[in-house]
């Protein structure tokens, strides 16, 4: 919280901000958020935006300073924006505990304050914009101004005060005694000459955004915030209008009731508070019989499994090997060429280590990162250690990409650890020509059940029609998105390169996309990562084997290729496709089924009807070389536009899906 403040009958706001707990707080934040409260996460949406906005009419980094940043909810997404440097000032030692004890990535603990006013607090630093979020409420109005003043004064050249906070009054009134003391603050009033004020309404459904911004020591002159128009003290009453009527009716009732309305306030108050401790004390609870739990839950499984007809089942992992990390929270190579999307800052998405194309599926989309391993069962410690990290990282929404075992254990503890207060969704990336196999039935067969029991609130999956399968599938595909790359100069001279990223298997249809490529007699060159043996001795010497690279390599690979090819029998959706298309590189896969997006000019390009055929791979090849050839702008401008396209309707489809 901010500074000290004083309650309206005498007692003291300050004590009870310096008294509470930042991780009993954040256990009644999360559940507020489970109630369904909408405001998080818009709060979340617009500063997101707004420091992006900031960022980019700077056109540099920003310094950022959170004035009142307890726990610490809105440094987890902020200090990972790239080019923001997130500082956090608290006059609450026990608050910021939580944030300070554990730092999210992006946050330096050197730039978390603890004082009694923020000035000293900072020693002399500057920001580029200093922020709140609920803060100014609790505080007397008097004390107001001087606070508001006090973050002014910490502006570098050209930085803004964002305050969100309590929609616009006409005049400051006390609200309630929730939190010891809470004001209707007016703005128009505290705001003193030398600052401009921005009024934003409708941005989140609970606050008004009131921005300042220095003007040279001249009187307050007053603009929308949308649109930048100036408004009147004429348009600055009548947006104050529907707030202050609603206080209004509040005070009639309340008054009407006397004392009992703050009796009823307090008791409320107490018993979210007691529902905040008592969740907390179920989940240490729990972290105590995981070991029992686990073995419990893991005994029913193979009683269900036995029961249930189909495929055999597959041999478990063995139990004790140890050939990878349990887990590994945003691993460099995954959040590297990841989107940002600050709806999905409360989501993670939960993969096998192991599972390469469906990790780097994951990896892309917007939100933290839990890779687990596909090699064993995760022991008890190790899933107490899960449920931690979960609880620090404020997660609401976890989407398990591939449904092992191991993931299943995973949710299964989650749901007894949170209750509802974590949402739990499950993408399955395989598609029906799999289900020969005993473990990909199974492993279907295993989502499906936690879906019609509850567990999983949703399946998708990335391959289209699946809902045809099941009733409880997503009936819009999932799509996968484009790795996050810098643009980079083409090579412009040498071989005509070919890149066969694929195994040799004969879904990936290895030997017809080979043979298309030695066919091409524009082709010099044809880049294998998959051991094969060689039929033809006929342009052999255009192949060159090269070792399975890592990613940061295969992307070397694909922006100095001029054509990958993943012309595959049975596919859901190559993720070679979508690599080459953020490096523009043209890959050429089979039909995919995506609808609307299979006509876009690019999709017509490289998709192949008969991937069977080695003449028209071999054509699909040489139509791919005309391109980049005769109307080279033209090819690299379609590819950009399908990347957009495709972007906009993976996010719209994962919202929709997700409702992060």
Same mark, same amino acid.
């Given at each position: 919280m901010g500074e000290s403040t004083t309650s309206r009958e005498g007692g003291t706001s300050s004590d009870y901000w310096r008294s509470m707990d930042g991780a009993l707080y954040e256990e009644l934040i999360r559940e507020r958020e489970g109630n369904a409260n909408q405001a998080y996460q818009q709060q979340e949406a617009f500063l997101t935006r707004f420091v992006l906005a900031e960022k980019a009419r700077l056109g540099r980094p920003v310094r950022i300073l959170e004035f009142g940043c307890g726990f610490g909810r809105h440094a987890r997404y902020l200090a990972d924006l790239e080019g923001v440097s997130y500082a956090g000032y608290d006059f609450s030692e026990k608050m910021i505990e939580p944030l300070r004890a554990r730092p999210p990535r992006g946050v330096d603990p050197d730039n978390l304050f603890v004082g009694a006013d923020v000035e000293s607090a900072v020693a002399g630093r500057r920001f580029d914009l200093v922020f709140t979020v609920s803060v100014l409420i609790h505080n007397p109005p008097e004390k107001v101004p001087a606070l508001i003043e006090s973050m002014a004064r910490l502006l570098e050249p050209g930085g803004a005060v964002c305050l969100v906070e309590n929609q616009m009054v006409p005049v400051s009134v006390f609200e309630n005694m929730w939190h010891q003391g809470c004001w209707l603050q007016s703005y128009t009033e505290h705001v003193r000459s030398g600052l401009d004020l921005h009024v934003g309404q409708g941005l989140v459904d609970t606050h008004d955004v009131y921005l300042l911004r220095p003007n040279g020591g001249i009187p307050t002159r007053h603009f929308r915030l949308q649109d930048g128009a100036p408004l009147s003290r004429t348009e600055l009453q009548a947006m104050s209008v529907a707030k202050i009527s609603a206080w209004a009716k509040f005070a009639q009732r309340a008054v009407a009731q006397g004392g009992s309305a703050l009796s009823e306030t307090r008791l409320y108050e107490a018993q979210e508070l007691l529902r905040a401790e008592r969740r907390r004390a179920q989940t240490r609870k729990g972290l105590a019989t995981l070991a029992d739990d686990l073995a419990s839950l893991r005994a029913w499984r193979s009683d269900v499994e036995k029961r249930e007809a189909g495929a055999a089942r597959a041999p478990a992992p063995a139990a004790e090997k140890v050939a990878a990390p349990a887990f590994v929270w945003d691993d460099p190579a995954d959040?590297?060429?990841?989107h940002r999307d600050s709806r999905f800052s409360r989501v993670v998405h939960v993969y096998h280590q192991q599972w390469h194309g469906i990790r780097a599926s994951a990896a892309y989309k917007p939100g933290q990162k839990l890779a687990i391993t596909a090699e064993r069962t995760l022991r008890a410690g190790e899933h107490a250690d899960l449920i931690r990290a979960f609880e620090e990282r404020l997660v609401r929404v976890a989407v398990f990409h591939g449904?092992?075992?191991? =993931?299943?254990? $995973? =949710? #299964?503890v989650l749901r007894r650890a949170f209750g509802g207060a974590i949402s739990m969704y499950a993408v399955w990336h395989g598609n029906t020509s799999q289900l020969h196999g005993a473990y990909e039935v199974e492993a279907l067969r295993r989502v499906l059940r936690s879906r019609s029991e509850g567990l999983l609130r949703g399946i998708g999956c990335v391959k289209? &029609?699946?809902?045809?399968?099941?009733?409880? $599938?997503?009936p819009e595909v999932l799509l996968c998105m484009p790795p996050l790359v810098e643009a980079g100069a083409r090579r412009s001279t040498g071989p005509r390169t070919a890149l066969l990223p694929v195994p040799n298997d004969w879904r990936k249809n290895f030997y017809t996309n080979l043979f298309a490529a030695q066919a091409s007699p524009r082709i010099s060159r044809v880049l294998v990562t998959a051991e094969f043996v060689p039929v033809s001795r006929e342009s052999a010497d255009k192949v060159l084997r090269v070792p399975r690279p890592d990613r940061a390599q295969m992307f070397r690979l694909m922006r100095e290729s001029d054509v990958v090819l993943n012309a595959s029998?049975?596919?859901? #959706?190559?993720?070679t496709a979508v690599e080459g298309l953020a490096l523009g590189t043209p890959c050429l896969t089979g039909p995919l089924g995506l &609808?609307?997006?299979d006509a876009h000019p690019y999709q017509r390009l490289v998709q192949v009807r008969a991937v069977d055929s080695v003449a028209e791979v071999r054509d699909a090849i040489e139509a791919v070389l005309d391109a980049r050839d005769q109307r080279g702008d033209e090819l690299g401008g379609m590819m950009a536009d399908y990347s957009r396209i495709l972007c906009a309707e993976a996010l719209r489809r994962d919202c929709e899906f997700l409702q992060p």
């Open positions: 959040v590297h060429w990841t449904y092992s075992e191991t =993931a299943d254990d $995973i =949710a #299964q289209p &029609g699946m809902h045809l399968v099941d009733r409880h $599938i997503f029998l049975s596919e859901c #959706q190559p993720m &609808g609307s997006l």
